[in-house]
């Protein structure tokens, strides 16, 4: 039930041209505030890398990888995982395929699930993936919600990505992913490795999980 109304709201979001989708995102940004993140422990961060784009970023994951993409819309930055990160398979995820490149389909390595994100994540064993990322839904208890449900799924020394760690984009208005982000560190205990630049300052960040007997949950 939950999953038709996720795809009607994302099949009426289509319907609605790309202008005013923008102007009733920027109105509702002026009127409802948001808090901001807390501040990161130092040791969370010390050491990570900044790199110039996404697209470097995931260059920086081992080839070879079990991967799972959240949120892959039309597929334009799975053809770039598939052309940068060479994995040996990667799971793209999304409760609506209408707008996604089916050509993408032909690659052998990519698998497709239909479902909201966090509930197919949940049918994966743990440990299943050397990466996951996460570009689904931007708001603060959408993205804390893929972070939970991936964590468990990721091996230790593997990542979890953030796309869009931010709390504002400047066309479509305030995004939860920075706070959501921000806390999981704290309470994950998992530090970031790599800060990936952005012209609009959309920033994706990758954590670590920690390898076995490192204090934090998952
Ligand atoms: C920002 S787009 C993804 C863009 C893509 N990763 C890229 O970089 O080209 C977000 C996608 O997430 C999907 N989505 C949002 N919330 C979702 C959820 N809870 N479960 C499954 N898919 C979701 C939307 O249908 C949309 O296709």
């Not at 799975?78 to 060479?86: G, I, V």
């Not at 952005?198 to 954590?207: F, G, K, Q």
Request: glycine fraction near 8%; include cysteine; aromatic fraction near 10%.
């Amino acid at each position: 039930m939950k999953q038709t109304f996720k795809r009607l709201e994302m099949i009426a979001r289509g319907l609605v041209p790309g202008k005013l989708k923008s102007a009733v995102r920027i109105a509702r940004s002026a009127v409802i505030t948001q808090p901001l993140s807390k501040e990161m422990s130092a040791e969370l961060v010390d050491g990570a890398e900044i790199v110039a784009s996404r697209g470097v970023l995931i260059e920086r994951m081992k080839k070879g990888a079990i991967a799972a993409e959240l949120g892959t819309y039309r597929g334009d930055f799975t053809r770039q995982m598939l052309a940068r990160a060479e994995p040996e398979k990667l799971h793209v995820i999304d409760v609506d395929y209408t707008k996604f490149d089916s050509r993408l389909l032909d690659d052998p390595r990519v698998v497709k699930h239909e479902g909201l994100t966090h509930q197919v994540m949940a049918t994966f064993e743990d440990g299943f993936f050397d990466w996951v990322y996460i570009d689904a839904d931007h708001s603060y208890s959408g993205a804390l919600r893929d972070a939970e449900a991936s964590a468990p799924k990721v091996r230790p020394g593997g990542y979890l990505i953030f796309n869009d760690f931010a709390h504002i984009d400047p066309y479509l208005g305030r995004y939860g992913v920075h706070c959501a982000v921000v806390d999981f560190m704290e309470e994950s205990r998992w530090p970031m490795r790599y800060l990936a630049m952005h012209p609009a300052a959309l920033y994706d960040v990758a954590l670590q999980k920690p390898s076995t007997g490192a204090a934090g949950k998952y």
